[in-house]
């Protein structure tokens, strides 16, 4: 499997090494490019550390959403669910949160003599709830060998109207607000935020095992060609289980980190999060056909539209003209890809 020609997203002579190289680098590119201008225009206003920061924190959620989608669009397969499965498990983290925390009485006086038992068991309720979606995807996928988009579709339904059930359809209140003091707004060392270094760990394991372990080998390896995959003694649905939970994990975290950061569960805060994952891993220079991908393009990919909302907002400008910008740049990522699979195709 190390002899995948895609399996570090680069490669080969000619035409295709050419096409290849260029999509990382024009997209890093995109990337200064856009810091320089917003620099230019805005000066100390946009170009200065504690705005990078924010820039950061801001990414941080998205990432993780992005972090799972690029294992799984490696694979060649979709996740559509990752937002409401974010969704649902700030829900179901904050509403044991509250219930473990003290009385009915006491949680609405914001007082919470028991957070030190609710907050963990909130955080480890969450991330079994993205875990078991994740799981539940993986399983209807490979068991009943139905396509990752109307899976994905489908249970991004049914994640978003549980939460709705269970929260009434309207944010949960009185978390207890120490997962925002101790967590969601805590800095490190006076100047890590919290949710950034939970998202660095997480970016820097999975950088490990997409590109140096065996579970990167054999996602690259099924994405490029399943078929060939199976015949060199992979465990195609086994691993694509673990992949879809992975994904599920990571977005069960991610509600998590944006429970921390805002205090309250929002269920309609992230009707786009799966688009904007899958606009990132893309922008990033994932392959949308499977077998190219890396974890730093899909890190880039998300600081593209965080960078342009964070220079629009600074600039004054309207925000309908950030989602034209992030449009314009997954069309040229995707011209790229496309581009690209033709060179290889013609070799």
């Known amino acids: 499997m190390s002899e995948t020609p895609s399996q570090e997203g680069n490669g080969g002579g000619g035409i295709r090494g050419v096409l290849t190289g260029l999509g990382p680098a024009l997209i890093f590119g995109i990337l200064v490019g856009l810091v320089v201008v917003f620099t230019i225009i ?6 200065n550390p504690e705005n ?3 820039i950061t924190v801001d990414a941080s ?11 799984v669009i490696i694979t060649a397969g979709i996740d559509l669910s990752v937002g409401a499965v974010l969704v649902l498990s700030s829900v179901v983290a904050a509403q044991v949160m509250v219930a473990l925390s003290g009385t009915e009485q006491q949680v609405q006086n914001y007082q919470f003599p028991t957070q030190g038992i609710g907050i963990p068991a909130g955080i480890a309720a969450g991330l079994l709830a993205g875990l078991l979606c994740g799981l539940g995807n993986g399983f209807l996928i490979t068991r009943l060998r139905m396509p990752p988009f109307i899976v994905t579709l489908g249970t991004l339904g049914i994640a978003l109207g549980t939460a709705q059930i269970l ?19 805590r800095d490190l060392f006076g100047f890590l935020p919290v949710p950034v270094l939970i998202t660095l760990l997480v970016v820097i394991v999975a950088w490990l095992a997409l590109h140096r372990t065996s579970f990167g080998r054999y996602t690259f390896a099924i994405g490029s060609n399943v078929d060939a995959a199976r015949r060199a003694g992979i465990n195609v649905d086994r691993h694509l289980l673990k992949v879809y939970a992975l994904s599920g994990f990571l977005s069960g975290l991610a509600g998590i980190v944006d429970l921390a950061r805002f205090n309250t569960a929002s ?14 891993v893309v922008i990033g220079g994932t392959s949308l056909f499977g077998g190219i991908g890396t974890i730093v393009g899909s890190v880039v990919g998300t600081f593209i539209p965080a960078v342009l909302r964070n220079g629009f907002v600074i ?4 925000a309908f003209w ?9 069309i040229l990522a995707v011209f ?5 699979r033709s060179a290889e195709e013609r070799m």
Do not use: C, K
Not at 270 to 276: K, M, P, S, V
Not at 336 to 340: G, H, L, S
């Open 61 to 71: 959620v998205l990432l993780l959403l992005a972090v799972g989608m690029t294992f």
């Open 167 to 185: 929260s009434g359809g309207t944010n949960v209140p009185y978390v207890p607000t120490a997962i925002q003091s101790q967590i969601g707004e």
């Open 315 to 318: 600039q004054g400008v309207q």
């Open 267 to 280: 269920v309609s805060a992230h009707d786009a999060d799966n688009l904007a994952a899958i606009s990132a």
């Open 322 to 330: 950030q989602q034209v910008a992030i449009g314009a740049v997954l």
């Open 52 to 54: 990078f920061v924010n």
């Open 336 to 340: 790229i890809d496309q581009r690209r």
């Open 42 to 47: 805005n000066g100390t206003a946009f170009f």
